[in-house]
């Protein structure tokens, strides 16, 4: 399956940026955050706009990196037509072999996906 990317806007530090487009849910796709090895800094926002709950499904990561994945799958449920929830996660179990986190979505989920970097320092 060739996973949907979502691409990881930057906060500024003392400033703001605009909330970005997001990308699209497609479940049949699933999607790929390029989060460069690190979750740290890493804040993921997934909304759901269909008309009932779904689940958002982070996928354990490969070892080596993850270490921990071993812990396996974190399933999280995002409320029916205005849902958003806000993710961090753990490198050591959710990240994959190129540094990207997996995200997979329950069938019938709509929505979309946005990832934030925090600036270093905060």
Do not use: C
């Not at 049949?28 to 009932?52: D, E, F, K, Q, Y």
């Not at 929830?85 to 996906?113: C, H, N, P």
């Amino acid at each position: 399956m060739a996973r949907d990317s979502v691409t990881v806007t930057a906060l500024a530090a003392s400033g703001g940026v605009a909330e970005p487009a997001g990308t699209t849910i497609a479940p049949a796709n699933g999607a790929t955050i390029p989060a460069g090895g690190s979750t740290r800094r890493l804040i993921i926002r997934v909304t759901n706009t269909h008309g009932a709950d779904h689940a958002v499904v982070v996928k354990a990561g490969a070892n080596p990196p993850a270490f921990r994945q071993g812990l396996g799958d974190l399933s999280i449920t995002v409320p029916a037509t205005s849902g958003v929830r806000y993710l961090t996660l753990e490198s050591a179990r959710f990240v994959q072999a190129d540094g990207a986190i997996w995200l997979d979505f329950e069938t019938g989920m709509t929505g979309k996906v946005m990832a934030f970097q925090l600036p270093d320092g905060v």
